[in-house]
């Protein structure tokens, strides 16, 4: 079945830059989307990238896909304490049905 | 425009018992998804719903189950409760038919003793 992966922790400076990797297994993913969660709430949706792009730009944040690797990676650039949170990466294949990685820790230090 | 909204917000039960949950998509969008979130399975997909349609439905027991009304709004309704449905219950609405921008709700918060 379908699968993502990501990795657990990152812990990175304020100011650096982040990247914040996926993989995924379905070779039929249409859209793949970055969320981010805080302590507490909801799932925010920062951005999303659909399968015939190679790369996405808004403000601070980039997405790259590989499509040929099943890769994904999220870059926050300049990043802040308030970006301290869990991200998911999400593949959508069939209909609207999100598969979610495990989420990554993302620690932010001053 | 206002986001989506889920109601309860915090629910307590006990085992046995059932419980209903509710979600206001935004206004416009006609496709609402759940879904269960538990530190051990993360994120987990339970249905989606199409203009009162169920299209899509995950891998859960028939104690969950769902429907949606002619305004899109949608339930989800969880009978003879389990320790282990204690969870984040979440609902995403998209405005498109497939595909595109799903937004997530701040979730209900089900506890059950």
């Known amino acids: 079945g379908e699968d993502v992966e990501q990795s657990l922790f990152l812990s990175v400076r304020e100011g650096d830059s982040s990247v914040i990797n996926c993989t995924y297994t379905?070779?039929?993913?249409?859209?793949l989307y970055w969320y981010k969660q805080e302590p507490g709430a909801g799932l925010q949706l920062l951005t999303y990238?659909?399968?015939?792009?190679d790369m996405k730009q808004d403000q601070r944040l980039t997405v790259l896909l590989n499509k040929k690797d099943k890769h994904l990676s999220l870059r926050i650039a300049d990043t802040q304490t308030g970006d301290s949170a869990i991200y998911f990466c999400?593949?959508?294949?069939?209909?609207?049905?999100?598969?979610f990685g495990t989420g990554t820790r993302l620690q932010v230090f001053p | 425009k206002a986001g989506v909204t889920q109601t309860p917000r915090y629910l307590i039960k006990t085992r046995g018992q059932q419980v209903t949950l509710s979600c206001s998509p935004i206004?416009?969008?006609?496709?609402v998804s759940w879904y269960q979130q538990t530190p051990g399975q993360g994120l987990q997909f339970l249905f989606e719903?199409?203009?009162?349609?169920?299209?899509n439905k995950g891998n859960f027991p028939g104690r969950f189950s769902g429907r949606q009304f002619s305004n899109s709004r949608s339930e989800m309704n969880v009978s003879t409760l389990e320790l282990g449905d204690s969870a984040l219950y979440l609902c995403a609405s998209s405005l498109l038919d497939r595909g595109g921008a799903q937004f997530f709700g701040p979730g209900t918060r089900l506890t059950v003793l």
């Open positions: 379905d070779s039929s993913s249409t859209y």
């Open positions: 990238i659909f399968s015939n792009m």
């Open positions: 206004s416009g969008h006609r496709s």
């Open positions: 999400a593949d959508c294949s069939f209909g609207d049905k999100l598969i």
């Open positions: 719903y199409f203009s009162e349609t169920q299209r």
